[in-house]
Structure formats: structure tokens, C-alpha cells
């Protein structure tokens, strides 16, 4: 069992490392490409300067000016402007929008000249003898788009892989549900006809006389008492459980009084009782006697069977229950009690390691509570935290069941 979540954790790493890889490839390669297309574009505006140049200071003909023209025009995508002692006098390839005053215009173009003069020096071009000419330009729209692409294409990967995983882990879930339902109900429903055919044989036995008070019918008695409320207990699990208004301090001196019977007389249990007034809470009577049996068996297993179990019962706001049961056990490491809720997780021998998980899934699932190791140490112990709310509304339905 082990080996699987361990398993499981190194493929999510290795998923992890695999996708970081394949962006950090895509963002390498685009940026390669955006190096080309970037040393293509100032290649293209300083044939434009030249063109410019040519045309302004030599004596050309007809054809070469068309030529001339031609090279000019070529450039459809870099936006250039054209600067002349400190005014513009032309420029290509920027965008204006639609209906825009010439106030406006002038505003976006010194915008545009400041963008340039920020990226690209300007170059210098001369038209006669005396007059000195700026040609202003900047990476083309393309260029910005191609350098943003990887970042969008990472986003909506990202996006769709956490969505795919949580629509999995959904279902797998659901699943997982139904299987212990259906486990716990079909459990319940095969113990029924022993358990009830075993009365039948209790009371035959008790018919006679000298059997009346036999230490064997007697204890036979709480055998079958003690399996009616396993039964109880998979048939709560397995169906709809009644809530009902408890005392949860009576509920609590209840169970440890059975538990404290049946465990090492070196372990004692210890009930604080800090709730103002007797405390009533909605409350499925089996589910959470397992719940306590389940946690306090395990800190009898940590203590190897010697020490000190100390229930704490407390008031938190809104009237809400805390309680704390603390165990003077060999404790757990931080990376052990990450785990310990998993199904399946166990240090012993003879564990299945469903005790936790199913006294999380009690508490929170079927009670809206909160179960989880508030701290533990080795060597000095563990507190695991029992919160439950005061209004908790259940109103129970299926879909909680197969959340
Ligand atoms: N109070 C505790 N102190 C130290 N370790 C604990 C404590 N409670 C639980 N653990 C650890 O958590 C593990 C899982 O507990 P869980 O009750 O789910 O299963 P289990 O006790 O191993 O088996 P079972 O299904 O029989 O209960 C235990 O094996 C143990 O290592
Ligand atoms: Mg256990």
C-alpha cells in the first residue's frame, strides 16, 4: 500500500518536471525565433533608410526611382517615423483608430516616437548636404504577439491540465464512495441473519434455569450485544444515518468506559470536560463511537499499550464542540501525518489503515466536521482534533454520500 502512494507522487513530480521542461523548450525555441525575425526587421528598416537616402540625394531616373519606390513600400509591417530637426514628417505602419481628431493623432504618434526612442537608437539619414534626418522604428506587432505567445500557450495548457485532473480525481472519487457504501451495506445486511438466528439461540439458552446467570451466557450476551453494534455501525455507514440530538459528553463517558474494559489497565483514559452546560449536538450515535474507538485504539497502539489518554472537551465560538484527544504515544514525523487520512496507510503488522480514513469521512462527510492532527511529536505524543458544529443543518442526502 505504501509503495502505491509513493508510487503515485513520484509520477505527479515527474509529470511536473516533464511539463516545466516542455515550456522552458517552447519559450527557448520562440525566443530564437523572435531573435531572427527581430535581426530581419532592422535589416529591412536600414535598406529603408538607404532607399530614402538615395532618393533624396542622387540625380535618378525614372526606373531607379520606381525601384526605389518599391523598397520603400516593402515595408508593410515595422512602424517607422520619420523625424526632421525635432518635428515629424512622415511615418508607415501605425495604426489609427477610426474617427480620431488631429490633436489626438498628434499625441499618439509623440506616444509612439517615445516607445521607439526607448527601443532602437534612430538612424541617421541625410537628405543634401545640411539636413539631418531621424528614422525612428520599432519591433513590429508580430514581433510583440510572438514574443507573448508561449506565456497565453503555457496559461491555457495549465488551465486545461488542472481542469482535466480535477474533473479525474472527481469521478475517481465518486467511485471510491460508492464501494464503500456499498461494501458497508452489503456487510451489514450478511451479519443480520447470524446475528438474529445467535439471539434466537440466547434466549433458548436462558429458558433454563441454571443457565440464568452461567458466566458463559453472560458473556455470550455481550458478544452479540457488541456485534449488534457493528452491524448498527456498517448499516449507518451504508445508508442514510439518522442524526439526532446527543449528549456528546454522555456520548464520550460512554464509549471510554467500554474501551478503558477492553484495553491494557496501564493505558488510562481521561475525560476534561471544559462545555459550559450539558451539550447537545446532531449527532449519529454509532458512526461517532467508532469515530473515538477508532482513534483512541490507534493511541493505544502508539503508547505500546502503556500511558495516558486525555479527552478534552471544549467550547469554540458559536457554540461549536472542539475535542481533543492527546496520547502520550511515540508521536509521528510531519511527512507521516500528511498520510495518515489516505486509505490504506499503515506502520503495523495487522493494519489495514481505514480507521482514520473512515473516521475523517464520519466526521466530515456525514457530520460537516472537521477531523485533523492538530500536533504530534516523537517520543511525546499526538493530538488529533475533533471540531463539530453546533449548526450543522444535516439534513442528510445522498449527495453528500457520494461526494
Ligand atoms: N495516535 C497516533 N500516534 C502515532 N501514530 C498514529 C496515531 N494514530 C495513527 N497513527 C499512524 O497512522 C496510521 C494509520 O492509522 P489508521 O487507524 O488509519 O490505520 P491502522 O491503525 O494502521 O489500521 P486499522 O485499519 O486497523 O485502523 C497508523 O498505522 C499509524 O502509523
Ligand atoms: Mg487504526
Known amino acids: 500500500m505504501l509503495n502505491i502512494y509513493q508510487n503515485k507522487s513520484r509520477l505527479k513530480i515527474g509529470i511536473i518536471i516533464f511539463a516545466l521542461l516542455l515550456a522552458v523548450l517552447s519559450l527557448y ?30 540625380e535618378i531616373n525614372e526606373n531607379q526611382s520606381l525601384v526605389l519606390q518599391n523598397i520603400i513600400n516593402a515595408n508593410q509591417s515595422v512602424p517607422v517615423i520619420l523625424v526632421k530637426e525635432d518635428k515629424i514628417i512622415d511615418y508607415r505602419n501605425i495604426y489609427f483608430p477610426p474617427n480620431i481628431t488631429k490633436k489626438e493623432k498628434d499625441k499618439l504618434l509623440k506616444n509612439e516616437l517615445s516607445l521607439m526612442t526607448g527601443q532602437y537608437a534612430p538612424i541617421i539619414v541625410e537628405f543634401g548636404k545640411d539636413s539631418k534626418n531621424f528614422v525612428f522604428y520599432r519591433d513590429s506587432d508580430i514581433l510583440y504577439q510572438l514574443r ?19 474533473a479525474f480525481s472527481s469521478a475517481r472519487r465518486a467511485e471510491q464512495n460508492r464501494i464503500w457504501v456499498g461494501l458497508a451495506k452489503e456487510t451489514a445486511h450478511q451479519l443480520g441473519t447470524p446475528i438474529s438466528s445467535l439471539m434466537a439461540w440466547l434466549e433458548y ?53 467500554y474501551l478503558q474494559r477492553r484495553i491494557s489497565t496501564k493505558v488510562k483514559i481521561e475525560i476534561k470536560n471544559d462545555l459550559p452546560k450539558q451539550k447537545n449536538l446532531l449527532l449519529n450515535r454509532h458512526l461517532f463511537e467508532w469515530v473515538i474507538e477508532n482513534i ?47 486509505a490504506g496507510y499503515t506502520t503495523k503488522k495487522r493494519g489495514w489503515g481505514l480507521g482514520l480514513t473512515l473516521a475523517k469521512r464520519i466526521i466530515e462527510n456525514y457530520h460537516k466536521g472537521k477531523l485533523f492532527v492538530k500536533s504530534s511529536e516523537a517520543d511525546k505524543g499526538t493530538t488529533f482534533r475533533i471540531y463539530l458544529k453546533a449548526n450543522n443543518d444535516l439534513l442528510f442526502n445522498e449527495e453528500m454520500l457520494m461526494q
Open 29 to 58: 525555441y520562440t525566443d530564437v525565433l523572435v531573435k531572427h525575425l527581430s535581426e530581419r526587421e532592422k535589416k529591412l528598416i536600414e535598406i529603408y533608410a538607404e532607399a530614402l537616402e538615395t532618393m533624396a540625394n542622387t
Open 148 to 166: 507573448y505567445y508561449p506565456y497565453v500557450q503555457i496559461l491555457v495548457i495549465t488551465i486545461f491540465a488542472v481542469l482535466s485532473y480535477l
Open 205 to 257: 439458552l436462558k429458558e433454563e434455569e441454571s443457565l440464568k446467570q452461567d458466566n458463559v451466557v453472560l458473556e455470550l450476551e455481550k458478544d452479540i450485544k457488541r456485534l449488534e453494534t457493528v452491524t448498527a455501525r456498517f448499516s449507518s455507514i451504508g445508508s442514510e444515518p439518522i442524526l439526532q440530538e446527543e449528549d456528546i459528553y454522555f456520548i464520550i463517558l460512554g464509549i471510554t468506559n
Open 296 to 342: 483512541c485504539k490507534n493511541a493505544v497502539d502508539a503508547m505500546e499499550s502503556r500511558g495516558h489518554i486525555l479527552i478534552h472537551l471544549k467550547e469554540a465560538p458559536e457554540g461549536d464542540v472542539l475535542m481533543d484527544i492527546s496520547d502520550s504515544g511515540k508521536g509521528m514525523t510531519k511527512a507521516q501525518m500528511k498520510k495518515v487520512f489516505q
